[in-house]
C-alpha cells in the first residue's frame, strides 16, 4: 500500500532536502491545468462549466515550463478539463521529463489515450493517470455517458502493452459501496495497472450536483470499510502514501497543506488550493508570500468543513512521515487500523462562514479577452 518506490525515493529526497533547508511550505506537486475544455461533462466536476471564450484559452509550452521552474516541485500532474484536447501538450511534458527532469501524472478520461498515445514516449518518469470512478455502471454514472468505461478499459490494456505506466484515478462519492469498491480495486489491479489514486470528492462550488459529496465521517467510514477489505490480504497498489491512506481512515487529524499542490490554470496561480478558488496571483512567488494560508483549512473556513481530498492532504501526511518514519514504518508493516477508535476531528466552531468570490476572476479573464480581441480588431482596420 504505498507510491512506486523509485518515485518515493525521488519526493523522499526532494522533502528532506527542504527540511534540512529549513523550509515551512514547499511544493510537492505541481497541478498544472493548461485548459478547462473537456470532452465530457461529468456531475461532480466544478471545472468546465466557464464561458466558451475561458473553454477556449490555453497555456501555452512556455508558460507550462515557467511554471513548473518556478514552482520547482518534483512531480507534475496534469489535469484539466481534459489535456489531451491541448495541441502543444506531447512537447509540454516531453520537455518537463528532459529538460526539467519532473515526474508526471497526465490525467485523462482516456477516450482520445488510443489516438493520441503514439505522441507519448514510455518513461520511468511519464505515468498515464486514467480516471476511472468505479466499475462500468458506477464509472459511466459518474461521468454521465454510457459506454465511456470500457473505452478508458481498452485504452488502460493498450497503454500497458506499448509499455507506459498507468494509473488510476479515482474520487468516491456519498453512496460507494465499499464491497464494490474494493471489486473494483481488484479489477484495476488485475488490468496491470501500476497504482491506485484515491480520494473523496469535494463539494466544488461550480459542481452541477451538489448532493452526492461525502463529509468527512462518512469519508472515514468508507474507507474504513474498503480497506476493512484490503487487509484480507488483496495486494492493491496505491500511488499515495501510507499516511494519507491512514488519514483517510481516521486515524490522523491532519491539518491542510494546499501549498505542497499549488494549482497553475488559463488564470493564473489559484489560491489557496487546487479545490477553491478564491483569487489568484501573477507568480508561485506571490501565491506563496501573499496567500493568508491560515485563513484556510478544515476548522479555519466553512467552505474547507468536509475536505479531505488528497491534494490538500498528502503533503501533509508526506510531512508527518518525514517527520516520525518510526510511526509510518509501524502503519506499513501492521496494515491500516480499521476497528479502534477514530482519532477526534478538528473541531469546526470557530470557522468563519463561506465568503462567496468564484466569478470575480471569470469576469476579469472575460475583460482581458475582449479587450485583446478590440484591440486586434482595431490593429486590422488600421492596416486596411
Ligand atoms: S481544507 Fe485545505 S485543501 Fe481542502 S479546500 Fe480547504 S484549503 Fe483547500
Same mark, same amino acid.
Given at each position: ?6 518515485? +518515493? ?27 478547462? =475544455?473537456?470532452?465530457?461533462?461529468? +456531475? ?53 521529463? !528532459? ?26 518518469? *511519464? ?9 462500468? +455502471? ?67 462550488? =461550480? ?23 484490503? !487487509? ?14 491512514? *488519514?483517510?481512515?481516521?486515524?490522523? +487529524? ?6 505542497? !499542490? ?29 496567500? &493568508? ?51 477526534? &476531528?478538528?473541531?469546526? &466552531? ?29 490593429? =486590422?482596420?488600421?492596416?486596411?
Amino acid at each position: 500500500m504505498s507510491v512506486p518506490l523509485r518515485q +518515493a525515493i525521488r519526493v523522499g529526497s526532494y522533502v528532506v532536502k527542504q527540511h534540512l533547508l529549513g523550509r515551512k511550505r514547499y511544493p510537492l506537486v505541481l497541478m498544472l491545468e493548461p485548459l478547462f =475544455r473537456c470532452n465530457l461533462a461529468c +456531475a461532480g466536476c466544478g471545472k468546465i462549466d466557464y464561458p466558451a471564450e475561458i473553454l477556449n484559452k490555453r497555456i501555452s509550452v512556455q508558460e507550462a515550463l515557467d511554471a513548473a521552474n518556478e514552482c520547482g516541485a518534483p512531480v507534475v500532474s496534469i489535469a484539466g478539463g481534459e489535456p489531451l484536447l491541448h495541441k502543444e501538450l506531447p512537447e509540454i511534458v516531453d520537455r518537463l521529463i !528532459n529538460e526539467q527532469k519532473r515526474s508526471i501524472y497526465l490525467c485523462t478520461n482516456a477516450l482520445l489515450l488510443e489516438k493520441k498515445m503514439d505522441l507519448y514516449k514510455p518513461s520511468p518518469y *511519464f505515468t498515464w493517470s486514467v480516471h476511472l470512478d468505479g466499475s462500468k +455502471a458506477e464509472h459511466d454514472k459518474s461521468v454521465c455517458q454510457e459506454g465511456v468505461y470500457e473505452q478508458a478499459v481498452e485504452a488502460i490494456k493498450k497503454a500497458k502493452a506499448a509499455g507506459f505506466n498507468v494509473n488510476i484515478n479515482c474520487t468516491f462519492f456519498d453512496g460507494t459501496d465499499a464491497d464494490r469498491a474494493a471489486s473494483f480495486f481488484d479489477d484495476v489491479m488485475a488490468m496491470g495497472v501500476d497504482g491506485i489514486t484515491v480520494s473523496p470528492g469535494y463539494a466544488y462550488e =461550480r459542481a452541477p450536483d451538489q448532493q452526492h459529496f461525502l463529509n468527512r465521517k462518512k469519508t472515514k467510514d468508507l474507507f474504513r470499510a474498503i480497506f476493512r477489505k484490503g !487487509n484480507g490480504g488483496r495486494r492493491w497498489q496505491f500511488s499515495q502514501s501510507t499516511m494519507f491512506l491512514d *488519514f483517510l481512515a481516521g486515524n490522523q +487529524a491532519y491539518h491542510c497543506t494546499p501549498w505542497a !499542490n499549488p494549482t497553475r490554470n488559463v488564470f493564473g496561480w489559484q489560491r489557496p488550493c487546487y479545490l477553491l478558488g478564491e483569487g489568484y496571483a501573477k507568480t508561485f512567488t506571490e501565491l506563496m508570500e501573499t496567500t &493568508d494560508w491560515d485563513k484556510y483549512g478544515v476548522g479555519n473556513y466553512e467552505k474547507c468543513a468536509d475536505c479531505m481530498v488528497h491534494s490538500g492532504f498528502e503533503g501533509s501526511a508526506v510531512k508527518d512521515t518525514i517527520r516520525n518514519p518510526l510511526k509510518a514504518l509501524k502503519v506499513v508493516m501492521k496494515g491500516i487500523e480499521t476497528e479502534k477508535p477514530m482519532v477526534p &476531528d478538528i473541531s469546526l &466552531d470557530k470557522q468563519r462562514p463561506a465568503e462567496y468570490v468564484f466569478s470575480s476572476h471569470v469576469e476579469k479573464a472575460m475583460h482581458e479577452i475582449h479587450e485583446e480581441k478590440d484591440r486586434l480588431k482595431q490593429g =486590422r482596420a488600421a492596416a486596411e
